[in-house]
C-alpha cells in the first residue's frame, strides 16, 4: 500500500488478522482514518467490527498486522497504549464507575492533580458549551448523558480518534438528534471519528466516508457521497442471496369480516406507556412500530407479567389477563420472544434442547415429576426441523450457535408452549441476512397457521414486509394505526417521529 | 434406549468425573500400598462418622452453587438441629422421633429465612450465610443454655442402648450396620446421592435449578419462578444439615451445639471438586459425592499411613483445592487461547 | 438536606451514628457503660479487629474476598510468640510479619486477579494451607510463656488509658483513609471494584490493583497477629480461625458493600469496634456472652437486607421516574447535558 499524499494518516489498520481457535473471525484487514473525518463502519453482527475495534483498542492482541498512528508503528498491547496514543473508545454500552461521580469517572486513570484536571475539563465544557453538574453519582445518569460523560473522557485525554460502536443504539430520537449536533462539533475540531452501527440512515446522515465490513474483511469503502442506500444494502447482502424483498411483495389482504380479536388491550398503562388500546386477530401480524425508547418494549414486557399494570386491562380470547403472573399468562397462551437475546433469550451453557423445552417445564407433557426425556427430545427435533436449525445434536450448547440459530431457538421455544399470541420484540435485530430470511418465513408460516404475533420492530421494512396492520407508538402511546396498503416507509417513519398527532385509518 | 445409556456412560468417562474415580482409585492403591491396615475395610467404616457430614451436606449444597450461590451455614445448622433434638428431648421431654421432626423443621426454616433474603431480597449469598453462620449458632448456643445440661458436656443418654449394649430406637441411626459391617450412615449417604441425583439431573425440579443459575432473565421469562427455586435450594440444604446433625448425634449420644462447626472448608472443596462451577449452571451430583470421598479417604488416610496429625488435615485439603482448581483455570486458560471460544458481551454491573 | 447528602456519599458517617446510637442505647440502660473508661476499653479491644477489617476492606472494595486472613494471622501470631520466646525484638517481628503478608497477598492475588479463580474458593484453599503451617510450625503445640515485655505491650499506654497498639492502629486507618480518598492510586481499588472493565477500558491496572488489596489485606492480618500473641499471650493451633468472619462482618456492618466499590476503611474501623463491643455490651445490658453470634448475626443480617432493599427501591423509582417522564402527557424530550443547578 502506497499513500497517496505525503501526510501520514491519523490513523492505518494494515493486514489486521484475529482468529479464536479455528474461527477466523478477521482475514486482514485495512482500514485508514483522517482528521475531521467520520468513518461509518457498517457490517452485520459477527462481521468483526467489533473484534476489530478491541484490537485497535488493544483489549484484543491481533494474530498478524499492524497499525500505525500518524505514522509511526505502534503494538497496541493494552488499553493504556491505546489511550496514550489518543485513541478512545466509547463502547456500545458505556462503562462508567456507577458509584463514583462524574468528575471521578472523566478524571481516573489521569496522572495529573486532580485541580488542573478539573480546570482542564471546565474549560473543555465550555469550549463545547456543555453544562454537567460534576458532583452526580454516575448511576444516576440516562444511557444518553452516560454516552457524553464517555465522550468528555475521549476529550480530556485529547483524543485524535474516537471510536463510536453504535452509540444511538440506546438514545431517544431527540438525544440521538443533539447526540449528532456533538458529533459534528468534533469532526470540525478535526476529530477522526470511527463510528459503527447499524442504521443506514445514520450514515448518510452524519458519516463522511463508509466503510462495510462483511465476514472479516472490508468489502467497500469509500467517500458517502460515492453511495446511495441501494449499494449499500446491497453490499451487505453476503454474495449470493436473494434479495429478500423480492418475494414479499405479493402480499394477501386480510379480511377481517367477522372475525374476533383473540387479544385486546383496553386502556393499558404501565411505566413507560399510557392509555394503549389495540386489538389482534388470530392469524394476523399486527406490526408494533416507533423508535427505540418509545415504550414499545416497556409495552410488552408489561403485557407479559414483568412489570406492574397501572391501569386498563388485557384481555386474552375473553379471560382477562391484566396483572397475572409470568407463568399464568404464559400458560393462558402468550408468548415472548425478547429484545435482548443475550440477556433475557438464551441459556448459553445449556444445550439446545434444554433451551427448547424450558418455557415447557411447567406443562404435563413433560412429565409430572420427573422429566420426560423422550417427550422433550421430540419436542426440540420438531423446531430442529421445522425451521432447520443447525446443530450437530440436541445436546450442542446454545452458545456455540450463530445469532440467527439461536433466535431461531427462541422462536422454537416461543412456540412450543402453543401460544395464541405470540409476541416478538425485534425478532431480527443483529441477525445476518440469511437467517432474517428464514425467520421472516418462519413468521409468515405461523401467522397462516393462525396465530396471532405482535411484531415489534425498528425496522421499519420490516414492519411494511410481514405486518398486516400496524401501529405506531410515540412517546408511549399510540399516535397511528394503519392498515395493509397504508403501512408505508413514509407514513410509518412521520408517526415514529411524531410527525402525525391523529390516529388514521382505525379498523 | 441401553445404547443410549452406554453412550452417555462412556461420554461421561471422558469427564471430570471419571478423572475424580481415579484419583479415588489412586488413593486407595497408594494408601493401601503404604499401609494394608488401610485395606481393612472395617477401620475405614468405623471412622465413616467424622466424615459422612461432609458428604451429606455438599450433596445439597451443590444444588445452592448451580443457582449461583453459596452456603457457608449449612455447619452451623449441624449444631442447631443437634442441640434441637437433645433439648427437646431431655428437657421438653418429647418422643425422640417428634424431637428429629422438629430439629428437620427447624433446619429448613433457617434455610428457608437465608433463601428468602438471597433470592426475594437480593442479597449476595455470601453474606446473608455468613450472617446465618453466626445467627444459627448463636441460636444454638442460646437453646443449649436451656438445658439443665452444661453446654460444654455435651446432653447424652438418648434412647436406646439395652443393659447388653444392643442399640434399640434413636441410636440405630448412629450405630446399626448392615451384615455388621456397612454402617446405617453410609447406608442413608447412598440413599440421599440416588434420591439428590434424580431430583438434580432427572426431575424437572433440577432442570430449573440448572436453567435458574445459567440464566435468571430467561428463566423468569420461561415461566420459572426463579426467586422459589433459589430460596428452594437454601431449604434443601438446611435439611441436609439436619440429617447430618441427627446421624452425628445419634452416633456419638451427644448433643452439642457446635458440631459441625469446622466443616465449611471441605464443604466446599468437596462441592467446587465435584466440577460444580462456582458462579452457576453446572454441576454434578456424581461429582460432588465423588470429590467428597476423595476428600474423605484423604483425610482418612493420611493419619493412619503417612502419620499426619488429624489436627493438621487443613493442610492438604488447602493444596488439594488449590492445585485443582488452579490447574483447571491454567488449562481452560490454555484451551481459551487454542480452541473455539465465542466471547460473551460484556455485561456492565447494574448495582 | 446537606448532612443526608453526605451520609450518601460518604458511607461511614451512618455507620458512626450506628455506633453512637448503640452506645447511647445501652448507656441508657446501664448508665455506668458510657463512662471513659469502658468506651476505652472497648476501643483497646478492638484492635485485632480493625486491623483485620481494615486489611480486608482493599480487597472487598475491589470486589473480591479473602477468607485466608484468619489463618495468617494465625501463622503471625504463631510466629511472633515464638520469636517472642527467644527475646527478639518487635521490630524484628513487624519485619517478619511484613515478608509474610507479602508472600500470602501475592499468592492470593495470583490465584483471583491472574488466574482468574473466584477468591472465596481459592482464599478458602490459601486458609487451609496457612492453617496447616501454623501447626507444622508450632509442632502442634500452643506456643505461650512469652517474654512478659511482649505481653505488657499491650497494656502500654498512650494517654488516660489508651493503648498503644490502639493509637497506632488508629493512625495507620486514618492515613489509610486519606490515602485511599485523596490519592490517584488509592481510587483505583474503587473503581476496580466498580466497574472492573471500565476500569481496564481507562487503563487502569486491574489485576495489579487487585493483587496490591491482597498484600495490603495480608500485611494488615500478620501485623493483627503480632498484637493477638501480645494481648492473649498464647497462641494455639486454631488461633484466629473465625476472625475472617468477623472481619468481613465488621465491614458489612461499616457500610462497605461486598460486590465492590462502595464504602471505606472508616467504615471498617467502626465496624470493627461495634464487633469488638458486643459483647462487652451484652454484660452491661445484663445478658450472658452467649448471645454474641445471635446478636452478630441478626445485625448482619439486618444491615445487608435493608442496604439491599434501599438500594433496590432507589433504582427502581428511579428507573420508574424516567419511563414516566418519558410516557406522561405532553412530555417533552430531555434536552442532552442540561444543567441541573449544582
Known amino acids: 500500500m502506497i499513500e497517496s499524499n505525503g501526510a501520514p494518516k491519523l490513523l492505518s489498520v494494515r493486514g489486521i488478522t484475529k482468529a479464536f481457535g479455528t474461527n477466523r473471525v478477521l482475514k486482514s484487514v485495512a482500514l485508514d482514518l483522517e482528521q475531521g473525518e467520520i468513518l461509518a463502519l457498517i457490517g452485520g453482527n459477527g462481521a468483526g467490527k467489533s473484534t476489530l475495534m478491541k484490537i485497535i483498542m488493544g483489549i484484543y492482541q491481533p494474530d498478524g498486522g499492524e497499525i500505525t498512528i500518524n505514522g509511526k508503528i505502534t503494538a497496541m498491547t493494552k488499553p493504556s497504549v491505546a489511550l496514550s496514543s489518543g485513541i478512545y473508545m466509547v463502547p456500545q454500552e458505556p462503562m462508567l464507575f456507577p458509584n463514583m461521580t462524574v468528575e471521578e469517572n472523566i478524571t481516573m486513570g489521569f496522572k495529573e492533580s486532580q485541580r488542573e484536571l478539573r480546570n482542564r475539563l471546565k474549560n473543555i465544557m465550555e469550549d463545547i458549551g456543555w453544562k454537567f453538574d460534576l458532583g452526580r453519582k454516575a448511576s444516576s445518569l440516562s444511557i444518553a448523558e452516560q454516552t457524553l460523560v464517555e465522550i468528555l473522557r475521549a476529550l480530556l485525554r485529547e483524543a485524535k480518534v474516537l471510536i463510536l460502536d453504535e452509540p444511538t443504539s440506546a438514545l431517544t430520537f431527540d438525544e440521538v438528534e443533539s447526540f449528532f449536533r456533538v458529533i459534528e462539533d468534533l469532526r470540525k475540531k478535526g476529530i477522526g471519528i470511527i463510528y459503527i452501527t447499524h442504521r443506514l440512515a445514520e450514515v448518510f446522515e452524519i458519516a463522511t466516508h463508509v466503510s462495510i465490513m462483511c465476514d472479516g474483511i472490508i468489502t467497500l469503502h469509500g467517500p458517502v457521497v460515492d453511495f446511495n442506500r441501494e449499494m449499500l444494502v446491497k453490499s451487505l447482502m453476503p454474495p449470493n442471496t436473494e434479495h429478500v424483498e423480492s418475494k414479499a411483495n405479493e402480499c394477501k389482504i386480510m379480511d377481517y369480516e367477522g372475525k374476533k380479536p383473540v387479544f385486546e388491550l383496553q386502556n393499558f398503562s404501565g411505566f413507560g406507556f399510557n392509555n394503549i388500546s389495540l386489538k389482534v386477530y388470530p392469524g394476523e401480524i399486527l406490526g408494533v412500530a416507533g423508535v427505540v425508547g418509545a415504550g414499545r418494549t416497556e409495552l410488552v414486557s408489561t403485557i407479559f407479567g414483568r412489570d406492574k399494570v397501572l391501569g386498563g386491562h388485557a384481555v386474552l380470547d375473553g379471560a382477562d389477563i391484566t396483572g397475572m403472573k409470568t407463568k399464568d399468562i404464559l400458560k393462558a397462551g402468550i408468548n415472548y420472544v425478547p429484545e435482548d437475546r443475550y440477556l433475557y433469550g438464551i441459556y448459553g451453557i445449556s444445550s439446545v434442547g434444554s433451551n427448547m423445552s424450558s418455557a415447557s417445564l411447567n406443562d404435563k407433557s413433560l412429565g409430572r415429576f420427573i422429566l420426560n426425556r423422550k417427550n422433550e427430545q421430540s419436542l426440540a427435533q420438531t423446531y430442529i426441523d421445522n425451521f432447520r436449525i443447525k446443530v450437530t445434536d440436541q445436546e450442542q450448547l446454545m452458545s456455540s450457535l450463530s445469532g440467527g440459530n439461536q433466535q431461531k431457538v427462541v422462536l422454537g421455544r416461543s412456540l412450543s408452549t402453543k401460544p395464541k399470541l405470540v409476541i416478538m420484540d425485534e425478532p431480527t435485530r443483529g441477525i445476518d441476512a440469511a437467517a432474517r430470511g428464514d425467520i421472516y418465513t418462519i413468521i409468515q408460516k405461523l401467522r397462516d397457521e393462525g396465530v396471532a404475533i405482535l411484531l415489534v420492530s425498528s425496522d421499519m421494512e420490516e414492519i411494511i414486509e410481514l405486518a398486516d396492520r400496524a401501529v405506531c407508538v410515540f412517546q408511549g402511546r399510540i399516535n397511528a394505526e394503519l392498515c395493509k396498503e397504508e403501512i408505508t416507509q413514509d407514513k410509518l417513519t412521520s408517526a415514529s417521529f411524531g410527525v402525525v398527532t391523529e390516529k388514521e385509518g382505525a379498523v | 434406549m441401553k445404547t443410549n445409556f452406554l453412550k452417555g456412560l462412556g461420554a461421561k468417562l471422558k469427564t471430570w468425573e471419571f478423572a475424580l474415580l481415579m484419583i479415588l482409585v489412586a488413593e486407595f492403591v497408594v494408601f493401601g500400598a503404604v499401609n494394608p491396615k488401610f485395606l481393612a475395610l472395617n477401620s475405614l467404616f468405623s471412622s465413616v462418622n467424622n466424615y459422612i457430614s461432609i458428604c451429606i451436606i455438599s450433596l445439597f449444597v451443590t444444588f445452592v452453587m448451580i443457582t449461583g450461590g453459596i452456603d457457608i451455614q449449612a455447619s452451623s445448622i449441624v449444631g442447631l438441629t443437634s442441640i434441637v433434638i437433645g433439648v427437646s428431648w431431655s428437657d421438653l421431654g418429647l418422643n425422640i422421633w417428634v424431637c428429629i421432626i422438629l430439629a428437620i423443621v427447624v433446619a429448613a426454616v433457617c434455610g428457608a429465612i437465608s433463601g428468602y433474603f438471597v433470592a426475594f431480597c437480593n442479597v449476595q449469598p455470601m453474606v446473608v450465610t455468613l450472617g446465618g453462620s453466626f445467627l444459627y449458632s448463636g441460636i444454638a448456643l442460646l437453646i443449649s443454655t436451656l438445658s439443665s445440661t452444661p453446654a460444654y458436656m455435651g446432653i447424652g443418654g438418648f434412647p436406646g442402648k439395652t443393659a447388653e449394649g444392643i442399640y434399640t430406637s434413636f441410636r440405630l441411626l448412629g450405630k446399626w450396620k448392615l451384615f455388621d459391617m456397612i454402617p446405617i450412615q453410609l447406608l442413608i449417604y447412598f440413599g440421599l446421592v440416588v434420591i439428590c441425583y434424580i431430583l438434580l439431573h432427572k426431575s424437572k425440579y433440577g432442570r430449573k435449578v440448572f436453567l435458574v443459575g445459567i440464566n435468571r432473565n430467561t428463566a423468569e421469562l420461561s415461566g420459572i419462578n426463579s426467586r422459589l427455586i433459589i430460596m428452594s435450594t437454601y431449604i434443601l440444604t438446611g435439611i441436609g444439615a439436619a440429617i447430618a446433625g441427627i446421624l452425628l448425634t445419634a452416633n456419638v449420644d451427644s448433643a452439642k451445639s457446635d458440631l459441625g462447626s469446622t466443616f465449611t472448608l471441605s464443604i466446599i472443596t468437596a462441592v467446587v471438586l465435584g466440577g460444580t462451577l462456582s458462579t452457576g449452571g453446572k454441576g454434578s451430583i456424581i461429582g460432588t459425592a465423588l470429590a467428597s470421598l476423595v476428600i474423605c479417604i484423604m483425610r482418612f488416610g493420611l493419619p493412619i499411613c503417612f502419620g499426619v496429625s488429624t489436627q493438621n488435615l487443613d493442610l492438604p485439603m488447602g493444596i488439594m483445592l488449590v492445585v485443582i482448581i488452579a490447574g483447571r483455570a491454567i488449562t481452560s486458560r490454555l484451551k481459551l487461547s487454542s480452541g473455539s471460544v465465542r466471547k460473551g458481551r460484556l455485561v456492565q454491573k447494574t448495582h | ?342
Not at chain 3, 487451609?128 to 499506654?157: D, Q
Not at chain 3, 498484637?227 to 493451633?237: H, T
Not at chain 3, 458489612?252 to 461486598?258: N, R
Open chain 3, 1 to 342: 438536606m446537606k448532612l443526608k447528602k453526605m451520609m450518601g456519599r460518604t458511607r461511614w458517617i451512618s455507620s458512626l451514628v450506628f455506633l453512637v446510637a448503640l452506645f447511647l442505647i445501652v448507656g441508657s440502660i446501664n448508665s455506668s457503660f458510657l463512662t471513659a473508661e469502658s468506651i476505652i476499653s472497648c476501643l483497646n479491644n478492638s484492635v485485632v479487629y480493625m486491623l483485620l477489617a481494615v486489611g480486608i476492606a482493599f480487597v472487598i472494595l475491589c470486589g473480591e474476598i479473602d477468607v485466608s486472613i484468619g489463618a495468617t494471622m494465625g501463622l503471625a501470631a504463631a510466629m511472633a510468640g515464638t520469636m517472642a520466646q527467644n527475646g527478639q525484638s518487635l521490630g524484628v517481628m513487624i519485619v517478619y510479619a511484613l515478608v509474610l503478608g507479602i508472600a500470602v497477598g501475592v499468592f492470593n492475588g495470583i490465584g483471583v486477579a491472574i488466574l482468574g479463580i473466584p477468591s472465596l474458593i481459592f482464599t478458602l484453599g490459601a486458609g487451609g494451607i496457612l492453617r496447616g503451617i501454623v501447626y507444622l510450625y508450632s509442632g502442634g503445640r500452643t506456643v505461650e510463656n512469652f517474654a512478659g515485655s511482649f505481653t505488657s505491650l499491650n497494656n502500654t499506654t498512650v494517654f488516660s488509658g489508651i493503648t498503644w497498639f490502639f493509637t497506632l492502629a488508629f493512625v495507620i486507618v486514618i492515613a489509610v483513609y486519606f490515602i485511599l480518598t485523596y490519592t490517584k492510586r488509592g481510587k483505583y481499588f474503587i473503581a476496580v471494584g466498580d466497574n472492573i472493565n471500565g476500569a481496564i477500558l481507562v487503563g487502569l491496572p486491574a489485576k495489579q490493583t487487585k493483587i496490591v488489596a491482597y498484600i495490603i489485606s495480608g500485611c494488615f492480618a500478620a501485623f493483627a497477629g503480632i498484637i493477638f500473641a501480645s494481648k492473649y499471650g498464647q497462641v494455639n493451633i486454631v488461633a484466629g480461625s473465625g476472625y475472617e468472619m468477623s472481619a468481613i462482618a465488621a465491614c458489612v456492618i461499616g457500610g462497605i458493600s461486598l460486590t465492590g466499590g462502595l464504602g471505606d476503611v472508616i467504615g471498617a474501623m467502626i465496624g470493627a469496634v461495634i464487633m469488638a463491643s458486643i459483647t462487652k455490651i451484652l454484660v452491661f445490658v445484663g445478658l450472658s456472652s452467649d448471645y454474641n453470634n445471635t446478636i452478630t448475626g441478626v445485625m448482619l443480617i439486618t444491615i445487608v437486607v435493608v442496604d439491599a432493599l434501599t438500594q433496590r427501591r432507589a433504582t427502581e423509582s428511579a428507573r420508574r421516574k424516567r419511563l414516566a417522564a418519558r410516557s406522561a402527557p405532553g412530555a417533552s424530550p430531555q434536552p442532552l447535558a442540561e444543567e441541573v443547578a449544582i
